[in-house]
């Protein structure tokens, strides 16, 4: 099989087997990350950064950094969303638009495009998982001080 034949049956198999659920899935995607997006940082804002614990330790990491700022984890994150959003939209568009032309390239290029968004979408993934696991790590730190505090007024 020639390098011809071969990229002619990865562009029948694409039309034929991938670019309609490629565009499905995207697009969902897309509508459920724009929904939930504003409720993931407002969420993790209320009960992670405005925290006394999370205050704290962004005023004891600016002894060494006094330009830290106390949200910009989150605008981070929240940057990161949007453009999630906005790859995954993109990447829905272009099934549907340069999808339809049959030629290696536009495949190649719809393809990366998915490819690019999944990774975004890991990158979105592990970032909304350190928060929770510092999260986490706070109230298992309240809760500590909370049972040494009992332990003390107990003991005395």
Known sequence: MSLAEAAQAVV????DNLRASLFSGFL???????SVKTF???N??????DSELYRRRILDL?????????????????????????????TAVAQL????IQSPVTVAICLLLA???IVVLAKVMFIIRSNLLQWIGFYEKL????SGKATARSAS
């Open 40 to 42: 993931i940082v407002i």
């Open 28 to 34: 969902t995607l897309s509508g459920f990350l724009f």
């Open 143 to 146: 809760a500590e001080d909370e």
């Open 44 to 49: 993790i804002k209320r009960e992670l950064y």
């Open 62 to 90: 600016r002894k060494v950094n006094p330009n830290l700022p106390f949200y910009g984890p989150l605008v981070r994150l929240s940057h990161l969303l949007f453009s999630s959003v906005v790859l995954s939209l993109t």
């Open 115 to 117: 490819a690019t968004t």
């Open 12 to 15: 029948e198999f694409y039309s």
């Open 97 to 100: 638009t340069l999808g339809f």
